[in-house]
């Protein structure tokens, strides 16, 4: 049995993007360090808004508020597949790591 404290920790989207921070944070790839700023960097960022924006908008009252916090969670997971495809293309990921 699992114990929730909040509300944004039941649903099992939160605790995906949770796992996908956590990948995105290991990925070696072959990121040059000129990119620890930049590419891995961004990533990051990415993947933790995801999470951020689905535990925000969990905790609106009304329904179009919440949302617009899933939107954004959503556009931030479009983001993320875009600098994947990117690191793909520049070599730094493998295909295995993309998928």
């Known amino acids: 049995m699992e114990f929730c404290a909040y509300t944004f920790e039941k649903p099992e989207v939160w605790k995906d993007a949770r796992e996908l921070v956590k990948m995105i944070y290991r990925l070696k790839g072959n990121f040059p360090p000129s990119e620890l ?3 891995t960097s961004q990533m990051r960022r990415a993947a933790v808004s ?4 689905l535990s925000e908008g969990s905790g609106r009252t009304h329904s ?3 949302a617009h916090f ?7 997971s ?3 597949l875009n600098e994947l495809i990117l690191s ?3 070599a730094y990921i493998t295909f295995g790591e993309y998928q």
């Open 37 to 39: 700023y930049g590419l």
């Open 50 to 53: 995801i999470s951020y924006n």
């Open 64 to 66: 179009k508020k919440q």
């Open 70 to 76: 899933y939107q954004i969670a959503y556009s931030g």
């Open 78 to 80: 479009i983001e993320l």
């Open 88 to 90: 793909l293309d520049l």
